[in-house]
């Protein structure tokens, strides 16, 4: 495993991380925990040190069982990685099927509970990177970054970051308590954040990538015949997994398939060193719940694509036609 800073903050991290939302939220029934905590040993054996949560991914019955598994799991490596998890959100009806409306709640009463909460919850005395999951409109960046400067004092967290913010919010956010990186959508079918890299590169933030393989799709293992529970798996309803897309997008698979050809990697692999390549700061944070997708996810590593390669890939994607993508479940403030 290679490593990686995010930004300037000296946060440092394995350079491909193990985002854990889909072992108990949006990807099916919750995964079995003692196999999920075998799993999540051998990823810090294999070198992952990088492990992301949030105080939201679980289910109707039990909310916050993300976290709840990974303070169990992870305790006995507690020095040896970094977690971090998020604040802000909550789900509309979250006992309904399919995606759930986010509702954001970034007040400084509820930051502080949630940071007790989760801290409790992963049984540690400090998170390493606490991010602000949504931007909430009641609240205004320079007092959730006030908060974040004050428990970064107290020694509750060690770095602090946003989920999907505008230039604006992050800029404005920066500036009162610096910002170590974001957490935003990034895969070969989801770009549109990359016109913030410009500003990161400025600020010396870094750019953690969730949903790096198009929540799975690009790594050629469905069909137009795959089935997803609609009442548990949020894939029943996205875009790219739709029968008609994966006609549409057989253009971005053969281009996939040649680049794992030419460097002798797995579709996944190519994808993921493709994001890695773009800056030295982006970490992508691909999940699973297998051991061989584990190891395939490191061996992205190893490859490695010149300016010119991704130059080239991203004219091809510019032009390509292709499918739909998830971009997210509708976002309002609790107060709407």
Same mark, same amino acid.
Not at 3 to 11: E, F, H, M, T, V
């Given at each position: ?5 995010? /930004? ?7 350079? *491909? /991380? ?23 040993? #051998? @990823?810090?054996?294999?070198?992952y040190t990088f492990? #992301? ?6 289910? @109707?019955?039990?909310?916050? #069982? ?27 009806n979250p006992e ?13 009463? *509820? ?15 400090? $998170? ?33 970051? %946003? ?60 069909? @137009?015949?795959?089935?997803?529970? @609609? ?50 700061? %982006? *970490?992508? %944070?691909p999940g699973t ?13 190893? $490859?490695?694509?010149? $300016?010119?390669? %991704? ?6 994607? #510019? ?15 609790? /107060?709407?």
């Open positions: 495993m290679y490593y990686r800073n995010l /930004g300037l903050s000296g946060l440092r991290v394995s350079a *491909v /991380g193990l985002g854990c939302m889909g072992m108990s939220h949006a990807y099916g029934a919750p995964a079995d925990k003692h196999e999920m905590t075998g799993l999540l040993a #051998d @990823a810090v054996e294999m070198g492990f #992301d949560t949030a105080e939201s991914y679980g289910t @109707a019955q039990n909310p916050h #069982d993300n976290e709840v598994l990974l303070g169990k799991a992870l305790k006995p490596f507690r020095d040896r990685i970094v977690i971090a998890t998020k604040f802000g959100i909550s789900f509309e309904a099927p399919g995606t759930h409306t986010v509702l954001t709640d970034s007040r400084p009463e *509820v930051i502080r509970r949630s940071v007790e909460g989760s801290l409790r919850r992963l049984q540690t005395d400090h $998170i390493d990177l606490y991010y602000q999951h949504r931007m909430d409109s009641r609240v205004e960046p320079e007092v959730v970054a006030s908060v974040m400067a004050e428990l970064i004092k107290e020694g509750k967290i060690l770095h602090w970051g %946003i989920s999907e913010p505008s230039e604006e919010y992050l800029r404005r956010a920066h500036r009162v308590c610096p910002v170590a990186a974001i957490q935003n959508r990034l895969s070969m079918m989801a770009r549109w954040h990359e016109s913030l890299f410009p500003t990161l590169d400025e600020l010396g933030i870094g750019f953690v990538a969730f949903s790096p393989l198009a929540n799975g799709l690009l790594t050629e293992c469905y069909s @137009a015949g795959s089935h997803f529970d @609609a009442a548990t798996d949020y894939r029943a309803s996205m875009p790219q997994f739709r029968q008609e897309s994966f006609e549409r997008n057989r253009a971005l698979f053969a281009l996939l398939d040649r680049l794992a050809e030419e460097n002798h990697a797995t579709p996944s692999q190519v994808a993921l060193a493709w994001m890695m390549g773009k800056r030295p700061w %982006i *970490v992508p %944070i719940r297998k051991l061989s997708r584990l190891k395939e996810n490191i061996g992205a590593t190893d $490859i490695q694509l010149s $300016i010119e390669e %991704i130059r080239k890939i991203d004219e091809l994607l #510019d032009n390509m036609d292709m499918s739909d993508v998830f971009g997210g479940s509708p976002v309002k403030s609790s /107060g709407n």
